[in-house]
């Protein structure tokens, strides 16, 4: 009874981890240079995840409920505030 899978599965896996790696890797280099974490972080890790619903959206042909926009929204929103935060 072996693990069963299929070639598109290894690879959106494996362009998964490279997504979540350079989110790490951008937000150290952020960070490194000066930018508070507590702008760089939500930034990003929001971000990230803005982008992955427009993919989502547009490359896999997925829809979203009203919730999902409302998320998205809210999503961009706060995206918006963290940014121009001159703390």
Do not use: R
Not at 8 to 14: K, M
Not at 65 to 79: D, E, N, Q, R, S
């Amino acid at each position: 009874a072996g693990l069963a899978y299929d070639h598109a599965g290894l690879f959106w896996s494996v362009m998964a981890g490279i997504a979540v790696g350079t989110a790490e890797l951008l937000s150290f280099t952020v960070s490194g240079m000066g930018v508070q974490a507590t702008q760089s972080i939500p930034i990003i890790i929001g971000g990230s995840v803005l982008f992955g619903a427009v993919l989502g959206l547009l490359l896999l042909g997925e829809t979203m409920m009203v919730p999902g926009w409302v998320g998205i929204a809210l999503l961009t929103t706060g995206i918006g505030i963290v940014a121009t935060d001159p703390g």
